[in-house]
């Protein structure tokens, strides 16, 4: 099966068997994707780190059904019902869904109605009632009543028990049904009774309807919430109760059953609907409600991990002495400043906003830390308070224009998981709980990804929905995202603290901390080899984290840059061919051809990143550091017109559209249609998380705090956003809680408040009831 695998992913991927195989051999070797992606290029034939994850995850997917495939046929096998056309079918399914499908009516259950029924001897009355549709219901089980079975009616019950259960566990059936209903049904959400006015965030879905396949992941999202805060309910595939449905009829056809007015076939006809009604459609509500969730979530983890991604490699501002402000009202605001290394060189509290309205007092502190500090850049966190800091660090610009100092609004976002996080009551056991936060928003102004890393991904706030996504299905996104961010980087050996390298490939948190009390104990490495002196870093470990681990400065100039020790030999037989210094040189290294320094273990590909890397070493691939510019006067939504040109960053892409923060506390929403002037399939092809943007805004909710902007300067407010789906307006996805890290941290503002665009209001097909019963009794429908 192993071969079978490989050529199923190479044939999704549209790669080769032999990239996949080798792909494949080094993960299941401990390889990382990092590592393969960088290092191994000549193995896997180049293939990235995005097909790599897919890879590794559909490998893991695929294993997992063959390991299910294998219990299933031991376990029709051991009931002695294996046949070679039944095992044939098992062998070819090719999802966990068709396995399932095909093991129902042999997967061990509970005692069930059919089988009392095949126990009482009425197997042979339903087999002939469906075989012979001319028979009598009636006389026919009349033959059938015995001690166990009472009457006529019991018996008749008993083998449209039998039927029923045949129908429904007949997988062929199942199936082909399953894709119908997914093709071809719909979605239906009306709100629940006394619930209208609680439930008004939910108001776009009061009586909504729309097709399964076009759904979008946040919609699902947001009707599965309404339904289990109790304020709507779903209804899948509704249809009219009094007519025979589509999917009747093909169950009818698949066991012969046609009503031609013969005697049984009134009864047959009923038992047929009463297996759709009663037991299929359950058992597909079941089925797609879990495939809109694992599609939504799939969307949505998608959406989260990219805007982490954007977030990691923001431009870092560098090496420069920043203050870091954390506003508050009552409690003030905290201030921290650290030197260019990070390093805490002096912290205050001061309350210029009310109720104290120390302004001029706070003024002077500032000032004063400034000049002490030689601060270049000040970081303003973005929640309560942040635009009258904002003004607060524009006046001490006014009042210190020799200083120089350039001020920055950052996301806060999990500031106060990591202040309160074991690791800051290490970093900083001297510092009270409050000021930490003030720390970490220097800091991530400085270099974010390092800062970044020390909170948990989930508590940086830049997805969809994330309280409704499955907790390890997002973890295992985000901790990957987060991993490819840092090696795609690369990271400081002698700076950077445990949790960044533990985001290296190979490095576990044990060997992190092994590695940073070396460094503490022996001074900063010296050489990658010294690496090999730290305790349990073995050969494995070294090979997959020392391409990605930089020691500026060193014994060897290569030990600054991303080339692999394994590949110094190469760049020495370079340096000899070209008989000059090669790093940097750039004349120099466009002489020299890859393909004249391939050898049994480099090939071009290698040879070629080797070059590139020479010519700029170390070199960063994140883009150069810029700051927004918040409009003047501009503080409040109540502020923003219509009309307005206004500068403003990126702080969240969605599938529908983007979010910038304008500086009054609530972003706005761009929506997909106003991103540009042409068709726009996915928001991050035009935008990205910090991006800094101009935008105009079209309109202004003050009472939902709800802000349209535009990236088309040229729209006018209340014009159209283009057709069909592109053509709602924003809209809030208000039966959203914030996910932000600092929810309960002092009332801050959610500043990543997660928006739906408008659903379209449709006019439902009439609410088919008996269908509605049925899901309500499977705990898929409201009460």
């Given at each position: 099966m192993t071969t079978a695998i490989h050529q199923r992913i190479a044939g999704e991927l549209g790669v080769r068997d032999g990239q996949v195989a080798a792909a494949v051999d080094l993960l299941d070797g401990g390889a990382t994707v990092p590592f393969i992606a960088r290092y191994r290029k000549e193995a896997t034939g180049a293939l990235d780190d995005a097909q790599l994850r897919t890879l590794e995850e559909r490998l893991g997917y695929l294993r997992e059904l063959e390991d299910r495939r294998a219990a299933v046929l031991e376990s029709i096998r051991s009931q002695g019902k294996l046949d070679d056309a039944l095992e044939a079918s098992i062998l070819a399914a090719d999802s966990k869904a068709r396995l399932e499908d095909l093991y129902l009516p042999y997967k061990p259950k509970r005692r069930t109605k059919a089988q009392i029924a095949r126990e009482q001897g009425l197997e042979p009355l339903a087999d002939a009632l469906l075989a012979d549709p001319s028979l009598n219901p009636q006389d026919a089980a009349a033959a059938y009543v015995t001690e166990e079975v009472a009457d006529v009616a019991a018996a008749l019950q008993g083998a449209r028990a039998i039927l029923v259960e045949r129908f429904g566990?007949?997988?062929?059936?199942?199936?082909?049904?399953?894709?119908?209903?997914?093709?071809?049904?719909?979605?239906?959400?009306?709100?629940?009774?006394?619930?209208?006015?609680?439930?008004?965030?939910f108001s776009d879905y009061f009586d909504f309807s729309e097709p399964f396949t076009k759904l979008p992941s946040h919609r699902i999202l947001a009707l599965l919430r309404g339904e289990k805060e109790e304020v709507l309910d779903l209804q899948f595939d509704p249809a009219d109760e009094n007519e025979p449905t589509a999917y009747e009829a093909r169950i009818a056809s698949r066991f012969g059953v046609d009503d031609q007015g013969r005697p049984a076939d009134r009864w047959l006809t009923d038992t047929v609907r009463w297996a759709w009604r009663t037991r299929i459609l359950v058992h597909l509500g079941i089925d797609l409600r879990s495939r809109l969730r694992q599609f939504a979530e799939d969307e949505a983890v998608k959406v989260f991990a990219s805007n982490l991604r954007d977030l990691l490699l923001a431009a870092p501002a560098g090496t420069r002495a920043t203050m870091g402000l954390d506003p508050g009202f009552r409690t003030g605001v905290k201030v921290a400043v650290v030197d260019d290394t990070g390093k805490v060189v002096a912290t205050d509290t001061i309350h210029p906003h009310v109720p104290a309205n120390r302004w001029d007092e706070s003024l002077a502190k500032l000032g004063k830390l400034c000049k002490a500090h030689a601060v270049d850049l000040i970081a303003i966190g973005n929640g309560t308070a942040s635009r009258e800091t904002d003004k607060l660090a524009a006046d001490l610009l006014k009042l210190n224009p020799d200083l120089r100092l350039t001020k920055v609004v950052v996301s806060e976002a999990g500031a106060s998981v990591y202040s309160a996080s074991a690791f800051a009551s290490a970093e900083l056991p001297d510092l009270d709980v409050s000021l930490r936060g003030a720390v970490s928003i220097a800091r991530r102004l400085q270099d974010p990804l390092a800062e970044l890393v020390k909170i948990d991904p989930k508590s940086i706030g830049v997805g969809q929905y994330q309280h409704d996504l499955a907790e390890a299905k997002l973890s295992r996104s985000l901790d990957a995202v987060v991993e490819d961010c840092v090696n795609a980087v690369g990271v400081d050996l002698n700076t950077a603290?445990?949790?960044?390298?533990?985001?290296?490939?190979?490095?576990?948190?044990?060997?992190?901390?092994?590695?940073?009390?070396?460094?503490?104990?022996?001074?900063?490495?010296?050489?990658?080899?010294?690496?090999?002196?730290?305790?349990?870093?073995?050969?494995?470990?070294?090979?997959?984290?020392?391409?990605?681990?930089?020691?500026?400065?060193?014994?060897?100039?290569?030990?600054?840059?991303?080339?692999?020790?394994?590949?110094y030999p190469v760049v020495r037989r370079m340096q000899d061919r070209a008989g000059v210094e090669l790093i940097g040189n750039t004349t120099a290294l466009k002489t020299l051809r890859a393909q004249d320094f391939v050898d049994d273990k480099f090939g071009v590909p290698t040879i070629t990143d080797i070059l590139r890397e020479l010519e700029k070493p170390g070199r960063d691939p994140r883009p150069a550091f810029k700051t927004a510019t918040f409009a003047e006067g501009v503080e409040k939504i109540g502020d923003l017109k219509p009309g307005m040109?206004?500068?403003?960053?990126?702080?969240?892409?969605?599938?529908?559209?983007?979010?910038?923060?304008?500086?009054?506390?609530?972003d706005g929403l761009v929506h997909i249609s106003a991103l540009s002037d042409t068709f726009v399939k996915d928001p991050r092809d035009v935008v990205k998380s910090g991006d800094v943007v101009r935008v105009k805004v079209l309109e202004v909710d003050t009472t939902r705090k709800r802000i349209g902007l535009t990236l088309r300067l040229n729209d006018e407010p209340g014009q159209g956003q283009g057709k069909k789906e592109q053509s709602r307006g924003p809209r809030q996805d208000r039966g959203g809680q914030p996910d932000r890290g600092r929810q309960q941290d002092r009332g801050r503002q959610d500043r990543g408040r997660r928006q739906d665009d408008r659903g379209a209001r449709r006019e439902a097909p009439p609410a088919n009831n008996a269908m509605a019963e049925a899901l309500r009794r499977a705990g898929l429908g409201g009460s």
């Open positions: 566990e007949d997988g062929d059936l199942i199936g082909d049904l399953r894709e119908r209903m997914w093709t071809q049904g719909r979605v239906a959400s009306k709100v629940r009774e006394g619930k209208e006015e609680d439930g008004a965030k603290s445990v949790p960044l390298l533990a985001r290296v490939s190979g490095i576990t948190t044990g060997l992190a901390e092994n590695i940073v009390s070396h460094r503490d104990a022996n001074g900063p490495f010296r050489s990658r080899r010294s690496l090999k002196d730290v305790p349990r870093l073995g050969p494995k470990a070294f090979e997959q984290c020392a391409g990605f681990l930089r020691i500026p400065h060193g014994d060897d100039p290569l030990d600054a840059s991303s080339v692999h020790p394994e590949a040109v206004l500068e403003g960053v990126v702080t969240n892409v969605a599938a529908f559209g983007a979010f910038v923060d304008v500086g009054v506390h609530q």
